[in-house]
């Protein structure tokens, strides 16, 4: 009886034949298990729309389909289709390093089932194996295990990394912890470039500790008007343990003065003529702002106060008339006016 052949080209001899060659015909075997196992190679398939076939050379090292790892590479100009024969039926990683936006489809050179595509701008790998027959032929199925763990083109944990119930968190509502080894820490961003955590998509980030009976928490409002909102449970503080405090600004002198309470809560102007001061914007209840009003050289110029302003007895006051002295004032936002909280005159502050 004559020798027979594997799929992928292993000669699987019979008793008695082949005297005097069997050492050499192992061997040979012994580099195709090899090349099965582990073995690399390139196919080039450059061109244009084309059908490149893979086969196998029964009894002979070095042909493609005989080889774990596949890599497609060339210039294509057309949609390309690689076939392989119906009685190879194991699993590949395959590598489509083609250039040209071009699909490539792997598939068996007959039967129904399409096999697997690359997209046309669509590279890399895929792990891809044999299945059960379409009634006819077997078909290939993309595992999809090496694109849920790369979702991009950078090295792999470089870009992006989309954790989902599928891959890390196998529980519905699992968490996802991450626990640095001893004294260790979490850092988020390099030496030269500043980290940046944020939420997915159109929601606030919540931060706080022990889910449930946490200290409180920070909330990131989202949007671009959000609030950053401190939030303690129980009778917890929020405790800076250095100074805390809002940066200085200076208001714009103008026949009618604006005042943005959020953007510039401590603040001062410099009057240069008679001036009106207009409402605050953007106030909130319960928020301290302050100003202080600085004459020029020459003094004597007056400030009127919007109505919003509110001052003991009703009566506004009468700014130091001096030249380069100051005025500070304290308010405090209640139903919609400002309330004088204490005021400070004749001030030296050049």
């Known amino acids: 009886m004559a020798s027979t052949y594997t799929g992928l080209g292993v000669q699987l001899m019979t008793t008695g034949e082949k005297a005097g060659t069997w050492g050499t015909l192992t061997n040979t075997n012994w580099n195709i298990m090899e090349q099965i196992s582990g073995g690399y190679i390139e196919v080039d398939i450059n061109g244009g729309a084309q059908t490149t076939t893979l086969s196998v050379n029964d009894g002979t090292a070095g042909a493609a389909l005989a080889?774990?790892?596949?890599?497609?590479?060339?210039?294509?100009?057309?949609?390309q289709i690689v076939t392989i024969p119906l009685d190879v039926q194991t699993f590949y990683i395959v590598d489509n390093a083609t250039?040209?936006?071009?699909?490539?489809?792997f598939k068996y050179v007959s039967g129904s089932d399409s096999g697997v595509t690359w997209g046309a701008t669509d590279k890399g790998n895929k792990i891809i194996y044999a299945a059960a027959d379409d009634g006819t032929n077997p078909v290939l199925v993309d595992t999809g295990f090496i694109a849920a763990v790369v979702d991009d083109t950078s090295p792999q944990l470089g870009g992006d990394l989309d954790v989902n119930s599928n891959s890390i968190v196998s529980a519905s509502n699992g968490n996802i912890p991450l626990a640095p080894n001893g004294t260790g820490e979490v850092l988020i961003g390099s030496g030269s470039a500043a980290g940046d955590l944020t939420s997915s998509g159109a929601y606030d980030l919540i931060i706080d500790t022990n889910t449930g009976t946490n200290a409180g928490?920070?909330?990131?409002?989202?949007?671009?008007?959000?609030?950053?909102?401190?939030?303690?449970?129980?009778?917890?503080?929020?405790?800076?343990?250095?100074?805390?405090?809002?940066?200085?600004?200076t208001l714009t002198d103008e026949a009618t003065i604006t005042w943005d309470a959020q953007a510039k809560p401590i603040t001062a102007v410099t009057l240069t003529d008679n001036r009106t001061l207009a409402a605050p914007s953007n106030g909130q209840?319960?928020?301290?702002?302050?100003?202080?009003?600085?004459?020029?050289?020459?003094?004597?110029?007056?400030?009127a106060w919007n109505a919003v302003f509110e001052f003991p007895s009703e009566t506004a006051p009468t700014l130091t008339s001096t030249g380069d002295l100051a005025d500070l004032f304290v308010f405090r936002y209640h139903n919609s006016k400002w309330l004088q909280v204490g005021s400070t005159l004749a001030l030296t502050v050049a």
């Open 99 to 105: 250039t040209g936006a071009y699909t490539v489809q």
């Open 67 to 79: 080889h774990r790892v596949i890599k497609f590479i060339g210039a294509i100009t057309g949609n």
């Open 217 to 249: 928490n920070i909330t990131l409002s989202n949007g671009a008007n959000g609030d950053i909102s401190f939030t303690n449970n129980g009778t917890g503080n929020v405790v800076f343990n250095d100074a805390a405090y809002n940066p200085a600004t």
């Open 285 to 303: 209840a319960g928020q301290f702002i302050s100003l202080l009003v600085i004459q020029d050289a020459g003094g004597t110029n007056t400030l």
